[in-house]
């Protein structure tokens, strides 16, 4: 098991706090802090920008999978990606314990009966699969707000399947080409009218879902068969690179060797 943190610290909000012209008393414990929309007094004056209000008192602990290439690093699962990003988009710290999928370690399997990541820890309680994961940290930790509307949560939903049937495939007339084409041609066109993301402008939990498997599908397809997403669906090409380009899913992506190993039992079986 090994541990990663990623968090900014106390000093470094204070010393922005600074910045602004103001020293409002900051707690020197290396406890980390929320930022929410809060009027403040400074200088005698009503200041609008936004200082720490609650206190998040320690990093939320992740269990995620461990890379099979690289030793102490992040591995390859998409799910667990999801529930990463919208961590780091909530400015949320974590600490991430890095399981060995392929010898589940008996800590790890008495808080995953399922032996599934991710898990993670909320109110000393372990919360399995990522649907339930995200939900429960949008309740608990609201802003910045990540929720998707309801009917545009499933836009791009059917493109993971589609993608694995594509990729499994062994037969290149079975239609699955096709399936997977068809549905990354209705999600270039609802982009086209909706985007740049599912949401409008805002980036929303259905892209911090979608975007790991459009990064799981680029890499496997390439590597497997020599496939790439045509120049037809350019609005799938420019929201592919501007989900990939983002610092959130830039820290935590897979490598591309480990989203390779992840797959070939897959297209080997
Ligand atoms: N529905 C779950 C799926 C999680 C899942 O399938 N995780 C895979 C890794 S990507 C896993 O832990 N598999 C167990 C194993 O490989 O033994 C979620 O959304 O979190």
């Known amino acids: 098991m090994s541990t990663a943190k990623?968090?900014?610290?106390?000093?470094?909000?204070?010393?922005?706090i600074k910045?602004?012209?103001c020293n409002f008393p900051f707690p020197n414990n290396h406890s980390i802090f929320r930022i929410h929309s809060n009027h403040l007094r400074c200088n005698g004056r009503r200041r609008n920008f936004s200082v720490m209000m609650s206190a998040v008192s320690s990093p939320l602990e992740v269990c995620v999978k461990a890379s099979v290439t690289t030793p102490n690093r992040l591995g390859d699962c998409p799910f667990t990606q999801r529930v990463l990003l919208t961590l780091e988009e909530k400015h949320l710290p974590y600490d991430l314990k890095l399981v060995d999928l392929a010898n589940k370690p008996e800590w790890f399997?008495?808080?995953?009966?399922e032996g599934k990541v991710p898990i993670?820890?909320?109110?000393?309680?372990?919360?399995?699969?990522?649907?339930?994961?995200t939900q429960s940290l949008e309740e608990k930790y609201p802003n910045p707000p990540l929720?998707?509307?309801p009917e545009k949560a499933s836009v791009?939903?059917?493109?993971?399947?589609?993608?694995?049937g594509f990729l499994k495939s062994k037969d290149p007339s079975d239609g699955t080409e096709q399936a997977l084409l068809n549905e990354l041609t209705s999600f270039n066109n609802y982009i086209k009218e909706n985007g740049p993301f599912i949401n409008g402008k805002e980036i929303s939990a259905a892209d911090l879902s979608l975007g790991p498997k459009l990064y799981h599908l680029e890499i496997s397809l390439?590597?497997?068969?020599?496939?790439?997403?045509?120049?037809?669906?350019?609005y799938v090409k420019s929201y592919m690179k501007t989900i990939f380009s983002k610092d959130s899913f830039i820290k935590t992506r897979a490598l591309p060797e480990d989203v390779i190993a992840g797959w070939?039992?897959?297209v080997m079986s």
Request: hydrophobic share 35%; glycine share 6%; aromatic share 8%.
């Open 6 to 16: 990623m968090q900014p610290t106390a000093a470094a909000l204070s010393s922005t």
């Open 19 to 21: 910045h602004l012209g």
């Open 222 to 234: 390439g590597h497997y068969k020599k496939w790439s997403v045509p120049d037809s669906l350019p």
């Open 120 to 133: 993670l820890k909320l109110d000393e309680k372990w919360i399995a699969d990522s649907d339930v994961i």
């Open 264 to 266: 070939r039992p897959k």
């Open 109 to 113: 399997l008495k808080i995953s009966p």
């Open 156 to 164: 791009g939903s059917k493109i993971f399947s589609t993608f694995i």
């Open 147 to 149: 929720g998707t509307p």
